[in-house]
Every structure is written in structure tokens, then in C-alpha cells.
């Protein structure tokens, strides 16, 4: 009885042996998959790294442009607001002197009537003798 429990132990023991085997090979066949699979991606992600840097270099000299334009809108736009308050001080100004003008006017116009009225009428009642 012991021979029949020994052989049963050794036929066991081969077969985990050979499944063991199995498994070492098998996992020595996925660890090349994966080293090549790895040596493959690190060599394609080299030219990649490198085209992501000259693309992030090239996006900040962009960004860089349209930061410089922008600051220029910014000093064009100032500019178009001061010429347009001077504009308005001009015009107020304008107005100002138009207005003033045309009360002197105004007031030298009827002053020289009323000048002739009363040289008229002077003239007129007492027949221009003293």
C-alpha cells in the first residue's frame, strides 16, 4: 500500500513539476513579449517627446505673439480714448468760444442799433442844429 501511495505521490509531484515548467515558460514567453513591447514604445515615444517639446516651444512663442499684439490693442485702444476726450475738450471749447462770440456779436449789434435809433431820432426832432 505504501508503493501505490508513493507512486500516486510521484505521478502528483510530476505534474505539478510539469505544470510549474509550463507556467516558467509561459512567463518567461510574456516577460519577452513585455521587454519588447517596452523597447518598442520607449523607441516611439523618444520622436514623440521630442515632437511634443518643439510643439509646446512653438505654442509659447504663439502665446508670446499674441501676448505682445494684445498689449499693443491695449495701447492703440488708450490712445483712441485720449484723442477722443481731447476731441471732446475741443469741441466744448468751441462751443465755448462760438457761444460767447455770438452773445458779442449779439450785444454789438444791438448796441450799434440802438446807437442809430437814438442818433436818428435825435437827428430827426431836433432837425440835426444845435
Request: charge should be positive; glycine fraction near 4%.
Amino acid at each position: 500500500m505504501n508503493q501505490i501511495w508513493f507512486a500516486l505521490m510521484t505521478i502528483a509531484f510530476l505534474i505539478v513539476v510539469c505544470f510549474l515548467v509550463y507556467v516558467l515558460l509561459e512567463l518567461r514567453k510574456s516577460a519577452k513579449a513585455l521587454t519588447d513591447f517596452l523597447t518598442t514604445t520607449e523607441a516611439s515615444l523618444i520622436p514623440a517627446m521630442e515632437e511634443l517639446r518643439q510643439t509646446l516651444k512653438s505654442m509659447r512663442k504663439v502665446t508670446d505673439d499674441v501676448n505682445a499684439v494684445t498689449e499693443d490693442v491695449r495701447l492703440i485702444s488708450g490712445s483712441a480714448r485720449d484723442i477722443g476726450q481731447n476731441f471732446k475738450k475741443v469741441s466744448v471749447l468751441l462751443n465755448e468760444v462760438s457761444a460767447e462770440a455770438i452773445i458779442k456779436v449779439s450785444g454789438l449789434r444791438v448796441g450799434i442799433r440802438t446807437a442809430l435809433e437814438v442818433l436818428i431820432k435825435n437827428f430827426l426832432t431836433k432837425g440835426g442844429t444845435k
